[in-house]
Protein backbone atom coordinates (compact mmCIF):
# COMPACT_ATOMS: atom_id res chain seq x y z
CA UNK A 1 0.00 0.00 0.00
CA UNK A 2 1.40 3.65 -1.08
CA UNK A 3 1.87 6.55 1.31
CA UNK A 4 -0.78 8.10 -0.15
CA UNK A 5 -3.72 5.35 0.24
CA UNK A 6 -2.11 4.53 3.96
CA UNK A 7 -2.99 8.43 4.48
CA UNK A 8 -6.58 7.86 3.35
CA UNK A 9 -6.88 4.84 4.82
CA UNK A 10 -5.38 6.87 8.32
CA UNK A 11 -8.21 9.78 7.38
CA UNK A 12 -11.08 7.98 6.60
CA UNK A 13 -10.72 5.78 9.41
CA UNK A 14 -10.78 2.38 7.54
CA UNK A 15 -7.04 1.39 8.60
CA UNK A 16 -8.67 1.35 12.01
CA UNK A 17 -11.12 -0.78 11.55
CA UNK A 18 -9.45 -3.32 9.40
CA UNK A 19 -7.07 -3.78 12.73
CA UNK A 20 -10.29 -3.74 14.88
CA UNK A 21 -12.02 -6.77 12.40
CA UNK A 22 -8.86 -8.29 12.88
CA UNK A 23 -9.19 -8.22 16.72
CA UNK A 24 -12.78 -9.25 16.72
CA UNK A 25 -11.99 -12.34 14.75
CA UNK A 26 -9.27 -13.39 17.48
CA UNK A 27 -11.61 -12.89 20.38
CA UNK A 28 -13.84 -15.46 18.70
CA UNK A 29 -10.80 -17.84 17.65
CA UNK A 30 -9.80 -17.56 21.49
CA UNK A 31 -13.23 -18.01 22.28
CA UNK A 32 -13.60 -21.67 20.23
CA UNK A 33 -9.87 -22.89 21.15
CA UNK A 34 -11.53 -22.51 25.21
CA UNK A 35 -14.33 -23.88 24.98
CA UNK A 36 -13.23 -26.96 22.81
CA UNK A 37 -10.42 -27.34 25.76
CA UNK A 38 -13.19 -26.93 28.90
CA UNK A 39 -14.84 -30.14 26.44
CA UNK A 40 -11.80 -32.11 25.88
CA UNK A 41 -10.71 -31.95 29.37
CA UNK A 42 -13.55 -31.98 31.15
CA UNK A 43 -14.58 -35.48 28.71
CA UNK A 44 -10.76 -36.63 30.12
CA UNK A 45 -11.25 -36.29 33.70
CA UNK A 46 -15.45 -37.80 33.82
CA UNK A 47 -13.21 -40.95 31.57
CA UNK A 48 -11.01 -41.32 34.70
CA UNK A 49 -14.10 -41.43 36.68
CA UNK A 50 -16.62 -43.31 34.83
CA UNK A 51 -14.98 -46.85 35.77
CA UNK A 52 -15.85 -46.17 39.22
CA UNK A 53 -19.43 -44.94 38.20
CA UNK A 54 -20.31 -47.74 36.22
CA UNK A 55 -19.27 -50.26 39.22
CA UNK A 56 -20.96 -48.30 41.60
CA UNK A 57 -24.16 -48.20 39.40
CA UNK A 58 -24.39 -52.18 39.03
CA UNK A 59 -23.43 -52.79 43.06
CA UNK A 60 -26.20 -50.30 44.36
CA UNK A 61 -28.60 -52.13 41.94
CA UNK A 62 -26.86 -55.53 43.33
CA UNK A 63 -27.42 -54.64 46.67
CA UNK A 64 -30.86 -53.46 46.35
CA UNK A 65 -31.67 -57.01 44.95
CA UNK A 66 -30.33 -58.51 48.20
CA UNK A 67 -32.64 -56.57 50.03
CA UNK A 68 -35.65 -57.51 47.99
CA UNK A 69 -36.23 -53.85 46.59
CA UNK A 70 -36.37 -55.05 42.86
CA UNK A 71 -38.70 -57.75 43.56
CA UNK A 72 -38.01 -61.70 44.54
CA UNK A 73 -36.83 -62.59 41.90
CA UNK A 74 -33.94 -60.45 41.83
CA UNK A 75 -33.70 -61.27 45.30
CA UNK A 76 -33.18 -64.82 44.62
CA UNK A 77 -30.96 -63.80 41.62
CA UNK A 78 -28.61 -62.55 43.94
CA UNK A 79 -28.12 -65.03 46.48
CA UNK A 80 -27.85 -67.20 44.37
CA UNK A 81 -24.89 -65.46 42.80
CA UNK A 82 -23.46 -65.01 46.16
CA UNK A 83 -23.68 -68.67 47.08
CA UNK A 84 -22.20 -69.32 43.34
CA UNK A 85 -18.79 -67.72 44.29
CA UNK A 86 -16.69 -70.66 45.40
CA UNK A 87 -13.90 -67.49 47.16
CA UNK A 88 -16.61 -66.49 49.34
CA UNK A 89 -17.93 -70.00 49.88
CA UNK A 90 -14.56 -71.42 51.10
CA UNK A 91 -14.21 -67.99 53.46
CA UNK A 92 -17.91 -69.44 54.87
CA UNK A 93 -16.71 -72.90 55.02
CA UNK A 94 -12.96 -71.81 56.80
CA UNK A 95 -15.54 -69.59 59.43
CA UNK A 96 -18.05 -72.42 60.10
CA UNK A 97 -14.65 -74.59 60.35
CA UNK A 98 -13.64 -72.33 63.36
CA UNK A 99 -17.01 -71.96 64.73
CA UNK A 100 -16.94 -75.78 65.22
CA UNK A 101 -13.99 -76.39 66.71
CA UNK A 102 -14.80 -73.44 69.35
CA UNK A 103 -18.16 -75.54 70.18
CA UNK A 104 -16.48 -78.58 70.29
CA UNK A 105 -14.35 -77.50 72.75
CA UNK A 106 -16.66 -75.87 75.12
CA UNK A 107 -18.71 -79.51 74.89
CA UNK A 108 -21.59 -77.86 72.91
CA UNK A 109 -21.03 -79.30 69.62
CA UNK A 110 -24.35 -80.36 68.15
CA UNK A 111 -26.23 -78.30 70.49
CA UNK A 112 -29.02 -75.59 70.47
CA UNK A 113 -26.23 -73.02 71.32
CA UNK A 114 -24.42 -74.11 68.52
CA UNK A 115 -26.77 -74.32 65.49
CA UNK A 116 -27.76 -70.66 66.21
CA UNK A 117 -24.32 -69.91 66.46
CA UNK A 118 -24.11 -71.61 62.88
CA UNK A 119 -26.60 -69.73 61.37
CA UNK A 120 -25.12 -66.38 63.03
CA UNK A 121 -22.16 -67.15 61.05
CA UNK A 122 -24.12 -68.06 57.83
CA UNK A 123 -25.82 -64.27 58.08
CA UNK A 124 -22.58 -62.46 59.35
CA UNK A 125 -20.64 -63.26 56.21
CA UNK A 126 -24.09 -62.57 53.83
CA UNK A 127 -24.36 -59.40 55.31
CA UNK A 128 -20.56 -58.70 55.13
CA UNK A 129 -21.02 -59.04 51.33
CA UNK A 130 -24.26 -56.70 51.63
CA UNK A 131 -22.06 -54.40 52.73
CA UNK A 132 -18.80 -54.68 50.43
CA UNK A 133 -21.72 -54.08 47.74
CA UNK A 134 -22.66 -50.73 49.57
CA UNK A 135 -19.39 -49.73 50.06
CA UNK A 136 -18.37 -50.39 46.33
CA UNK A 137 -22.00 -48.26 45.70
CA UNK A 138 -20.93 -45.18 47.64
CA UNK A 139 -17.76 -45.32 45.96
CA UNK A 140 -19.28 -44.97 42.48
CA UNK A 141 -21.82 -42.49 44.00
CA UNK A 142 -18.47 -40.53 45.20
CA UNK A 143 -17.42 -40.47 41.74
CA UNK A 144 -20.57 -39.57 40.36
CA UNK A 145 -20.18 -36.43 42.56
CA UNK A 146 -17.55 -35.94 41.12
CA UNK A 147 -17.88 -36.16 37.43
CA UNK A 148 -21.36 -33.97 38.33
CA UNK A 149 -18.52 -31.08 39.93
CA UNK A 150 -16.80 -31.23 37.02
CA UNK A 151 -19.49 -31.14 33.98
CA UNK A 152 -21.05 -27.90 36.20
CA UNK A 153 -17.30 -26.31 36.18
CA UNK A 154 -16.94 -27.57 32.51
CA UNK A 155 -20.48 -25.64 32.19
CA UNK A 156 -19.16 -22.70 33.95
CA UNK A 157 -15.75 -22.60 32.04
CA UNK A 158 -17.52 -22.15 28.55
CA UNK A 159 -20.34 -19.84 29.65
CA UNK A 160 -17.16 -17.61 31.10
CA UNK A 161 -15.15 -17.91 27.95
CA UNK A 162 -18.49 -16.62 26.02
CA UNK A 163 -18.93 -13.91 28.59
CA UNK A 164 -15.70 -12.68 28.29
CA UNK A 165 -15.53 -13.21 24.65
CA UNK A 166 -18.72 -10.93 23.80
CA UNK A 167 -17.38 -8.23 26.39
CA UNK A 168 -14.36 -7.89 24.15
CA UNK A 169 -16.54 -7.97 20.94
CA UNK A 170 -18.52 -5.49 22.33
CA UNK A 171 -16.09 -3.36 23.07
CA UNK A 172 -13.83 -3.59 19.59
CA UNK A 173 -17.36 -3.15 17.78
CA UNK A 174 -17.98 0.09 19.91
CA UNK A 175 -13.77 1.14 19.05
CA UNK A 176 -15.27 0.25 15.01
CA UNK A 177 -18.38 2.06 15.36
CA UNK A 178 -16.20 5.39 16.20
CA UNK A 179 -13.16 4.53 13.65
CA UNK A 180 -16.29 4.59 10.93
CA UNK A 181 -17.36 7.89 12.09
CA UNK A 182 -13.39 8.96 11.72
CA UNK A 183 -13.88 10.41 8.03
CA UNK A 184 -16.64 12.72 9.28
CA UNK A 185 -14.71 13.91 12.45
CA UNK A 186 -11.86 14.65 10.37
CA UNK A 187 -13.70 16.82 7.48
CA UNK A 188 -15.35 18.34 10.25
CA UNK A 189 -11.84 19.08 11.72
CA UNK A 190 -10.70 20.33 8.63
CA UNK A 191 -13.55 22.39 8.14
CA UNK A 192 -12.70 24.44 11.11
CA UNK A 193 -9.07 25.00 10.45
CA UNK A 194 -10.29 26.19 7.08
CA UNK A 195 -13.12 28.58 8.46
CA UNK A 196 -10.89 29.89 11.28
CA UNK A 197 -8.21 30.58 8.77
CA UNK A 198 -10.72 33.21 7.14
CA UNK A 199 -12.19 34.39 10.67
CA UNK A 200 -10.89 37.89 11.73
CA UNK A 201 -11.72 36.97 14.85
CA UNK A 202 -9.08 33.51 15.08
CA UNK A 203 -6.65 35.71 14.03
CA UNK A 204 -6.81 34.17 9.86
CA UNK A 205 -5.80 35.66 6.24
CA UNK A 206 -8.01 38.73 6.83
CA UNK A 207 -5.31 39.75 9.81
CA UNK A 208 -2.85 40.27 6.72
CA UNK A 209 -5.55 42.94 5.41
CA UNK A 210 -6.11 44.44 8.20
CA UNK A 211 -4.10 48.05 8.15
CA UNK A 212 -1.28 48.35 10.56
CA UNK A 213 -0.82 51.55 13.43
CA UNK A 214 1.44 53.40 12.35
CA UNK A 215 2.24 52.16 9.19
CA UNK A 216 3.21 54.16 6.43
CA UNK A 217 1.42 52.54 3.54
CA UNK A 218 -2.03 51.71 5.67
CA UNK A 219 -1.31 48.18 5.29
CA UNK A 220 1.40 45.73 6.06
Do not use: C, H
Not at 73 to 86: E, F, K
Not at 190 to 208: T, Y
Amino acid sequence: MGFFSSLVDSFTGKSAQRELDKGIKAVSAGRDQAVDAYKMYGENAKGYLSPYVDQGAKSFSLYGDTLGLNGAGARSTAQDLYLSDDILQKQLGLQQRNRGWASNARGAWGSGADALAANRVNLQAYGDWQNRLAGVGQQGQQAATTAAGLEQNTGAGIANAYQNATGQTASLYGQKAQASNALAQNVIGVGSVVASAFNPLAGGVNNLLRPRSGSAGGYG
